[in-house]
């Protein structure tokens, strides 16, 4: 059955592509997992059918009647994408050849990239993985010699980590030590990779104060985002945002030295900086820190406090709002 053929109410509002991943907004609207919640990552507090507001950290609860019946209709409810005329591969083989001591580095390799293709819309073929206890094997393979292998691998994690039941689990598998080790990596694409990552399990609560309890994962951040190329410092930068909502992390994050370092590079256009520097801003040792007389300087040689009141007119409620209250502290600093 072609897809063009399926009832509307199996498309997703926002793509208008079949649902793989439906979840349920607390407005009662369905969505792609994925669509909603880029959504939300852009700080849009509304129902995008509805605009009411939502509540600071919306739950997304998945449709499973509505994903039964999607499968039911098409075994591969992607937009464009041939129906599968067979069943899932099963992920053994795979499996089998990345633990397999006789397997070359070939066909390590070729698992890898097969199994991060193979889980990249599938949801169901992410749960196999799971189950089977891959995560742990993946994860064995950050720590490889080879560059190429360490990238297969964090990508294949990237994947496994949109799912919210994979995301506690992969912390509690060792994913933060991981990750705090890739962002040190020679390969510019590794480091990017393991800040993604951060920024997808700092998702659940529970894992922001895991994530920022762990040795040199705040550190490793923010000498990302002060020696990284433009895509590094952006992911840098929404990993701290994301870990910065736990209290405690604002805390880490400016006893680190952070406040230069994100003044710096809001001064270079990431204006994912200025909303952290507007987290910090919630914090005693935030405020501190922004109230030196250094940083004072700082400000006004950089312009930060310039590029703050522009974002006040941003079409973003949330950066509006986290300009305001960050330009408000900093023209109080510099008079």
Known sequence: MSTTQLPDDFRCPISLEI?????????????????????????????????????????????????????????????????????????????AALTSRASPLEAKLEALARLTKLSKRDPVFRRRLTESGTASVVLSCVDSDDGLMRERALSLLLNLSLDDDNKVGLVAEGAVSKMVGALRADSANCRALAATI????????????????????ISALISLLRDGNVR???????????????????????????????????????????????????CREGREEMGSERICVEVRRLGVLEMCINLVEDDNEKIRRNATSLAQLLQGDSN
């Not at 509540?55 to 129906?83: E, K, M, Q, V």
Request: proline share 11%.
């Open 232 to 282: 590094e410092k952006k992911e840098a930068a929404t990993a701290l945002f994301a870990i910065c909502s736990f209290p405690e992390n604002r805390k880490r994050t400016a006893a680190n030295g952070s406040v230069p370092v994100l003044i710096r590079a809001a001064d270079s256009g990431i204006e994912r900086a200025v909303e952290v520097l507007a987290m910090l801003a919630k």
């Open 19 to 95: 649902m793989s991943d439906p979840v349920i907004l607390s407005s009662g609207h369905t969505f792609d997992r994925s669509s909603i919640q880029r959504w939300l990552d852009a700080g849009h507090r509304t129902c995008p059918i509805t605009k009411l507001p939502l509540p600071d950290r919306p739950s997304l609860i998945p449709n499973h009647a509505l994903r039964s019946l999607i499968y039911n209709f098409a075994p591969a409810p992607t937009s464009g994408a041939r129906p599968d005329p067979g069943p899932r591969p099963e992920p053994g083989a795979l499996v």
């Open 198 to 217: 951060i920024t997808s399990l700092a998702v659940v609560e529970v894992n922001k104060a895991t994530i920022g309890e762990y040795p040199f994962a």
